[in-house]
């Protein structure tokens, strides 16, 4: 499955502290009506709440990390889901002592500081199907 786009342009800013991570992007990319898009970014968050897929339950583990962590890298997709943005994002978090610790971005990330960049793609957007042998919600056709 591969789509073919046109890049139409590039939104970059910065979050506000206090601000949901996953919010703040998905207030972004409605305000700036992005349905296709890649996403990047940076910064520091006050605590953390990331998931991993248990890939034997098909459910997501939630772990929540309770200190300042950087968010040394989150990226992402945009696409839409039950007719909605929806944003599908990943972090790489380091700790005080330097370890890393990532996954898959829920909510509940205060932003201590963040800087994005929205790549935003021009055509039609994929869209998110519940798949029912990995049970997510992947693209289709
Ligand atoms: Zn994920």
Same mark, same amino acid.
């Given at each position: 499955?591969?789509?073919?786009? +046109?890049?139409?342009?590039? $939104? &970059? ?9 996953? !919010? ?5 990319? *409605? ?6 898009? =890649? $996403?990047?970014?940076?910064? +520091? =968050?006050?605590?953390?709440?990331? +998931?991993?897929?248990? &890939?034997?339950? *098909? &459910?997501?583990? #939630? *772990?929540?990390?309770? !200190?300042?962590?950087?968010? =040394?890298?989150?990226?992402?997709? =945009?696409?839409? *889901? ?14 005080? @002592?330097?370890?890393? $610790?990532?996954?898959?971005? /829920?909510?509940?990330?205060? $932003?201590? +500081?963040?800087?994005? !960049?929205? /790549?935003?793609? #021009?055509? #039609? ?5 519940? @798949?029912?042998?990995?049970? /997510?919600?992947?693209?289709? @056709?």
């Amino acid at each position: 499955m591969l789509r073919r786009y +046109a890049t139409a342009r590039v $939104v &970059q800013g910065r979050l506000n502290k206090g601000e949901d991570l996953i !919010e703040g992007l998905q207030g972004v990319m *409605k305000e700036h009506n992005i349905t296709a898009g =890649v $996403v990047t970014g940076i910064g +520091a =968050v006050s605590s953390a709440r990331i +998931a991993c897929l248990n &890939q034997q339950t *098909k &459910q997501y583990e #939630e *772990k929540v990390f309770q !200190e300042a962590l950087e968010v =040394v890298s989150l990226r992402g997709n =945009v696409s839409l *889901k039950d007719g909605s943005v929806f944003a599908h994002l990943h972090v790489a978090l380091s700790r005080a @002592d330097f370890s890393v $610790v990532g996954g898959h971005l /829920l909510s509940g990330n205060p $932003v201590y +500081a963040f800087e994005f !960049e929205i /790549l935003c793609l #021009e055509g #039609e957007p994929f869209t998110r199907y519940f @798949d029912e042998e990995t049970g /997510l919600f992947l693209w289709k @056709d």
